[in-house]
């Protein structure tokens, strides 16, 4: 909405010099005595009446997205309310049903600011070490030590076929 407000206030601000322009122009298309004189005239006018035209369609895109927006705040001011008093709700639900042990500390988002990231766990998964061998001796990788592959064939090209 600050945007379209932005864009109107921008318009407003542009569109007088515009209009002038464009009168101006009109005016030297309408009294153009030769040839040459209404070329010129009839190009700048052109482009004026394009950029005029341009700043007319911007300020009401604006105006529109402005009403628009205008005629939503109530309901999403109920919105935000309604929610509001559901969660304190709930919160004062789960305090007296689970006691102040419940860890839900009171939260303000506008003096606490928005909710950190809760922290990842540090510890690696403890049965395997950093060299990619598993602390039991076999191999991470799904290959066998001895020799033989895991999926029934043989490291040697050849393949073997389970009974």
């Given at each position: ?57 911007r300020?009401?895109?604006?105006n ?100």
């Amino acid at each position: 909405m600050h945007a379209a407000q932005e864009t109107q206030n921008e318009v407003n601000e542009l569109l007088p010099a515009a209009q002038a322009e464009w009168e101006e122009w009109e005016y030297a298309l309408s009294i153009a005595n030769s040839r040459e004189e209404y070329e010129t005239a009839i190009h700048e006018f052109e482009k004026r009446d394009a950029t005029l035209s341009a700043l007319n369609e911007r300020l009401d895109l604006a105006n529109g997205v402005v009403e628009s927006m205008e005629a939503d705040i109530p309901d999403l001011r109920q919105a935000l309310e309604d929610a509001t008093r559901a969660k304190t709700e709930f919160n004062d639900w789960v305090k007296q049903n689970a006691g102040e042990t419940a860890g839900f500390p009171e939260y303000d988002p506008e003096t606490d600011g928005p909710p950190s990231l809760p922290e990842e766990p540090a510890a690696a998964d403890a049965s395997t070490t950093g060299d990619g061998s598993a602390t039991d001796g076999s191999s991470t990788d799904g290959s066998a030590t001895d020799g033989s592959a895991t999926d029934g064939s043989s490291t040697d090209g050849s393949s073997t076929t389970a009974p």
